[in-house]
């Protein structure tokens, strides 16, 4: 069976960091776009940043400049490194993996909660 764990969530002041990760089990873990998604209570998933199998990235407007993901297929893991963390990046971080050419092959973690409180 698939498995996504997400892990590195926490309690953060703003404008502090988080580095996630999220290490994925029984996939072919270079052959997969992996994703980063939140959901904030009460709103819809979001989606946050994106890498390619080819190390392309892509990020939305709300983190761009603040977050970098990054993925090490060594060791089956795309990490997302969060900073100067605001109030709004509060949510529940999750790990998506989709793979690149059978897109019905997609995955997702349990989540890991962020918050952004002082």
């Known amino acids: 069976q698939v498995q996504l764990v997400e892990s590195g969530g926490g309690l953060v002041q703003p404008g502090g960091s988080l580095r996630l990760s999220c290490a994925a089990s029984r996939i072919i873990f270079s052959t997969y776009t992996m994703n980063w998604y939140r959901q904030a209570p009460g709103k819809q998933r979001e989606w946050v940043a994106i890498?390619?199998?080819?190390?392309?990235?892509g990020y939305a407007e709300s983190v761009k400049g603040r977050f970098a993901i990054s993925r090490d297929n060594g060791e089956n893991t795309v990490y997302l490194e969060m900073n100067s963390l605001k109030p709004e990046d509060t949510a529940v971080y999750y790990c998506?993996?989709?793979?690149?050419?059978?897109?019905?092959?997609?995955?997702w973690g349990q989540g890991t909660q962020v918050t952004v409180s002082s």
């Open positions: 998506n993996a989709r793979n690149s050419q059978v897109t019905q092959l997609d995955y």
């Open positions: 890498i390619t199998t080819q190390g392309t990235t």
